[in-house]
């Protein structure tokens, strides 16, 4: 069975800083893409970043370009926050393509993309 597991959620103030985490296991996604999507009380799912299966190739959201940073190595990814707004306040759940060796920098944003997704976990910004 596949699992995406996310954690490092909490409350922060505005202008800190947060390192999330997503596990995978059941499966091995390391020939592919994988991303981070949010979702705010009352708006819908939007993309946050995207990285490549090497690493080599990443995509941000404009409103976190700068601030967030996307890795991953053959397990996990992770996505590193800094310079938190409230705005930044949503659930971050992770999530992977089921295609392999390819990377669609048009189509990553797109959440239908993903085959693979976790439950979230919870990122407040207090101001």
């Known amino acids: 069975q596949v699992r995406l597991v996310e954690s490092g959620g909490g409350l922060v103030q505005t202008g800190g800083s947060l390192r999330l985490s997503c596990v995978v296991s059941?499966?091995?996604?390391?020939?592919?893409?994988m991303g981070w999507f949010r979702q705010a009380p009352g708006k819908e799912r939007e993309f946050v970043a995207a990285?490549?299966?090497?690493?080599?190739s990443t995509s941000y959201a404009d409103s976190v370009k700068g601030r967030f940073t996307i890795s991953r190595d053959n397990t996990n990814l992770f996505l590193q926050m800094n310079s938190l707004k409230p705005e930044d306040t949503a659930v971050y759940s992770c999530?992977?393509?089921?295609?392999?060796?390819?990377?669609?920098?048009?189509?990553?944003?797109?959440?239908?993309?993903?085959?693979?997704w976790g439950q979230g976990t919870q990122v407040t910004v207090s101001s």
């Open positions: 999530a992977a393509t089921s295609y392999s060796g390819a990377y669609y920098r048009t189509r990553v944003p797109n959440a239908r993309e993903y085959d693979y």
């Open positions: 990285v490549s299966w090497s690493g080599g």
């Open positions: 059941g499966h091995t996604f390391s020939s592919s893409a």
